[in-house]
T-cell receptor, first 114, second 116 residues
Framework: KAGVTQTPRYLIKTRGQQVTLSCSPI?????VSWYQQTPGQGLQFLFE???????NKGNFPGRFSGRQFSNSRSEMNVSTLELGDSALYLC?????????????FGPGTRLTVL | AQSVTQLGSHVSVSEGALVLLRCNYS??????LFWYVQYPNQGLQLLLK??????LVKGINGFEAEFKKSETSFHLTKPSAHMSDAAEYFC??????????????FGQGTTLQVKP
């Protein structure tokens, strides 16, 4: 079974631009979660989607948004990029979502904001 | 809110030596606990998961962890370190959110160095 895939793997943007990241979950998984990883803040939860509905949201500004499609693929969008948005963005999928189901992570998208 | 504390941001062991990575959690209810490993430029790989079925949990690559409720700990061990174990290790706890679903709360991570 193919794992979680994320595209693109690397992105370079400038301040003020917006960016869209994509995540394809493991086949059959309906829950997709997004996390931001930075050296200073570590791994922080952004949001979780299940069957096209956002079920949980972390403490991030409204510039961070996401959505999930009927095939469970998910996208996250960051508008008006700031330098501090530079991070590794990780997507994780699971059958029905945390806390009980194991989350499987993709390789991440490395976003650099200049 | 739950939290996870990993003691020691950097641990160095010799090849063949015992690996011990420490994790303490705060939770008022029985938690789901996880250890993940991250190799450079990769995502997180699940090592093992505690779900209250057994206090000693065996994972992949020879790792195991013991849940100790009285100490609110979930330390990760491996009897004999291998060079390929060098990576960053994350302890995580599941926190319940709305609709009986949740999210993972991660510790700050511990970088394991294995010396030849």
């Amino acid at each position: 079974k193919a794992g979680v895939t994320q595209t693109p793997r690397y992105l370079i943007k400038t301040r003020g631009q917006q960016v869209t990241l994509s995540c394809s979950p493991i086949s059959g998984h309906r829950s997709v979660s997004w996390y931001q990883q930075t050296p200073g803040q570590g791994l922080q939860f952004l949001f979780e989607y299940f069957s096209e509905t956002q079920r949980n949201k972390g403490n991030f500004p409204g510039r961070f948004s996401g959505r999930q499609f009927s095939n469970s693929r998910s996208e996250m969008n960051v508008s008006t990029l700031e330098l501090g948005d530079s991070a590794l963005y990780l997507c994780a999928s699971s059958l029905a979502g945390p806390p009980t189901d194991t989350q499987y992570f993709g390789p991440g998208t490395r976003l650099t904001v200049l | 809110a739950q939290s996870v504390t990993q003691l020691g941001s950097h641990v160095s062991v010799s090849e063949g030596a015992l690996v011990l990575l420490r994790c303490n959690y705060s939770s008022s209810v029985p938690p789901y606990l996880f250890w993940y490993v991250q190799y450079p430029n990769q995502g997180l790989q699940l090592l093992l998961k505690y779900t209250s079925a057994a206090t000693l949990v065996k994972g992949i690559n020879g790792f195991e962890a013991e849940f100790k409720k009285s100490e609110t700990s979930f330390h990760l061990t491996k009897p004999s370190a291998h060079m390929s174990d060098a990576a960053e290790y994350f302890c995580a706890v599941s926190e319940l959110g709305s609709g009986n679903t949740g999210k993972l709360i991660f510790g700050q991570g511990t970088t394991l160095q294995v010396k030849p």
